[in-house]
């Protein structure tokens, strides 16, 4: 490192540059209230506040920042630049405690509405104004030895600091979590889940080179089937009674209490379980290391369920087995990963089918474990995961950048409301005002039954037609920016969805819309199978009930969107990405390919639209604005462009967090810029990014590619 590029020795000049930046950054978060916003939330029962939390982040952050830029190999000098950094931003906080002690806070709230008085809480260290001196030196000394730790952090081993990483950070999220998760698993339970994985984890490594893998399957479904056996006695002999040693301390066991009812379903069930733990010894990385890590979850939260709220000895088993979990885990990780490359073609495939079945499995049988406030966050959670695939269309694979994208999940909705309710179509053109007429709502008893107009439709009928109509509109408004790239596609695609935003309000079109009373109620989705049998009609009314649609929705719009990303059609699109002119030039017809492109993305858009009127129940302007388009964009930038797994992760980062967090609703923009920024600088092709594609042999050798296929 050239010696000239330091200050006093030590002080890299990046340094004070982010540093100032993140100066910047903390003063107006301190203006904005944060502090008195997050100082009436526990995270740990009556020791951490989510106050002095959001201190440590704002202080660490830019330390950390500064820590993993430093060029020098010295520890010493990284630490000191990361101490320096988390001091200057503790001064950006004295500032605005000396703002506040010269400007009265009636002048403070009235400039900055949500303004709270920093004066004699975290910032201060507690101090009031008669020891703010003693406060502002505590606050220097503490932002000193943070930073010092977070560098001594940083330059540690790898694996080592994203465990400790990985601990703090899961610690805090589940403290904050446990109001809404403590009573999801009790610890019986998770128990008996963990054992029965465990055995068959185990049985799968001590046979993973017996030749016969259904005898191995065999084995790994006897030992969960095992375990539950064991449990069935213990229920039987009244061990899960009040007061009883193997309630361990939580509630009566869900799983496996009422295993009286039903044995064999409960045999069954846990027997999957040992073959789910057998499965993963040989299969690839990520499944190996997701599966271990929910079986982890599992365990916390049961728990959690003795606990009830994060106490000092929940925090530290939290941070102990996350840490734990992140260090030893991706070994195991690897050395699963390496079985799994040495099986046939068909071995993997068979392992790949079985791992998506238990996957499939787990997520139809999660609503009886949730709440419905936990299943009403994933129902909005899958619904930013449809709109995202759907937008990883545009933006990830063809390289269009879609700002108005809200625009087609509106129509999907309005479509479906239409079609579903009295309204102009179903009633002949009949005025909007009119329509509340019960004469007009009894004639429209079916679908082509009414000679004026349409007749009502059911939401399985209007569905695929709120597809089309929001697939044939893209393409439509596609068609006048054929020639437009880059910033100028992204400004005129906004300018479509504030139109929409605006037409859905606006007078002119109240006949038909509703305008800002908007389109009610919406039914809801209807599952009528009693010609089969009398009992089998399902409404789906409820969070619990519509899950299973959305993930039907999900399942579909993942699957399609990743069969053509392998196909032609996605080989074009990833071309066009690269570059358009040479595209053309290799045969790749970019009207077509960029209508398509449009007319998929709107699509599943108009697919998540029709379910979220019918959930909802109704239909307002309000729900469709120019924030919707920006969390999608926010989601798939932050999980991936081109990763549909980046887009799950980043619809639960950025949606799903939120949602369970209350406390951060009034701060999701300013958490989607920091998260922006933060995954930009330290990994810019996004969290979980697309696989690099290669060309396979027959492809490769032998054959002379078409244009189409040069293209990729």
Request: net charge neutral; proline share 4%; hydrophobic share 55%.
């Amino acid at each position: 490192m050239n010696p000239s590029n330091l200050r006093f020795g030590f002080l890299e000049n990046n340094t004070i540059r982010y540093s100032l930046y993140a100066a910047v950054t903390i003063v107006i978060l301190a203006l904005t209230g944060i502090f008195g916003a997050f100082a009436q939330r526990d995270v740990i029962q009556d020791r951490l506040s989510l106050d002095l939390v959001a201190l440590v982040l704002i202080l660490g952050i830019p330390a950390l920042i500064v820590a993993r830029t430093v060029n020098s190999e010295s520890t010493i000098i990284r630490i000191a630049n990361s101490a320096v950094a988390a001091v200057i931003a503790a001064i950006a906080v004295i500032l605005i405690i000396l703002l506040e002690t010269i400007v009265p806070q009636e002048d403070l709230m009235f400039v900055f509405n949500n303004y709270r008085p920093i004066i004699g809480g975290v910032a201060t260290m507690g101090a009031d104004l008669e020891n703010l001196g003693a406060g502002i030196l505590g606050l220097i000394v503490f932002s000193l030895v943070l930073g010092s730790l977070v560098g001594a952090i940083i330059s540690l081993p790898s694996k080592w600091m994203l465990s400790i990483l990985a601990g703090l950070g899961s610690t805090v999220i589940i403290g904050l979590m446990a109001g809404q998760i403590r009573n999801l698993v009790t610890p019986s339970d998770a128990l008996a889940v963990v054992l029965a994985f465990a055995a068959g984890y185990g049985v799968g490594y001590a046979t993973r080179y017996m030749a016969n893998v259904w005898v191995r399957r065999l084995l790994g479904f006897g030992v969960g089937a095992a375990v539950a056996l064991v449990f069935l006695v213990l229920g039987s002999s009244g061990a899960f009674s009040d007061g009883g040693f193997w309630l361990l301390g939580g509630d009566p066991p869900i799983i496996i209490g009422d295993a009286a009812q039903s044995p064999l379903l409960l045999i069954i069930g846990f027997g999957i379980v040992g073959l789910a733990g057998l499965i993963v010894t040989t299969s690839s990385a990520f499944v190996h290391n997701s599966a271990i890590f929910l079986v982890v979850v599992f365990a916390l939260l049961g728990m959690l369920n003795v606990q009830q709220r994060m106490t000092e000895i929940m925090a530290v088993l939290t941070f102990i087995v996350f840490a734990a979990a992140v260090l030893f885990i991706p070994p195991l990780g690897t050395r699963a990963d390496k079985s799994y490359r040495t099986l046939t073609s068909s071995q993997k495939r068979t392992i790949d089918v079985i791992t998506g079945a238990l996957a499939l499995v787990m997520a139809l049988v999660a609503p009886v474990f949730m709440g419905q406030y936990i299943t009403n966050v994933l129902d909005l959670v899958m619904l930013y995961i449809i709109m995202g695939i759907g937008l990883n269309v545009m933006v990830g694979y063809a390289g269009l950048l879609d700002l108005g994208y809200v625009a087609s999940f509106a129509i999907g909705a309005y479509t479906s409301a239409l079609l579903t309710t009295p309204s102009v179509l179903t009633t002949g053109c009949v005025p909007f005002e009119a329509i509340a007429d019960t004469h007009y709502a009894e004639m429209c008893t079916g679908m082509l039954t009414n000679w004026q107009g349409f007749g009502l439709l059911t939401f399985w009928q209007a569905w695929p037609i709120a597809i089309v109509v929001s697939a044939f509109t893209g393409m439509a408004l596609g068609v006048p920016v054929l020639r437009l790239r880059g910033d100028y596609l992204a400004i005129v695609t906004l300018g479509f969805g504030e139109m929409t935003r605006v037409l859905t309000r606006a007078q002119l079109t109240a006949p038909v819309l509703g305008a800002a009373q908007g389109i009610s109620p919406v039914p809801f989705p209807v599952i009528d199978l009693t010609g089969l049998n009398p009992n089998w009609y399902f409404e789906l009314s409820n969070a619990s009930t519509i899950y299973y649609l959305y993930i039907f929705s999900v399942l579909f719009a993942a699957l399609v969107v990743w069969r053509l990303s392998g196909s032609r059609l996605g080989r074009a699109w990833r071309a066009m990405k690269a570059d358009e002119d040479v595209a053309q030039a290799m045969g790749v017809p970019l009207v077509r390919t960029k209508l398509l492109a449009f007319g998929v993305s709107s699509a599943f858009a108009g697919m998540g639209g029709a379910i979220f009127a019918a959930q909802l129940r109704g239909i307002f302007p309000d729900s469709f604005t120019l924030l919707v388009s920006i969390n999608v964009l926010s989601l798939i930038i932050i999980g991936g462009l081109g990763s549909i797994p980046g887009v799950v992760v980043g619809a639960l980062m950025l949606v799903g967090l939120p949602e369970v967090l209350r406390e951060l609703q009034d701060y999701r923009l300013l958490v989607f810029g920091v998260l922006l920024v933060v995954v930009m600088l330290l990994k810019p092709e996004g969290l979980i990014p697309p696989p690099l594609r290669q060309l396979s042999k027959q492809q490769d050798v032998g054959k002379s590619p078409s244009p189409q296929a040069n293209a990729r």
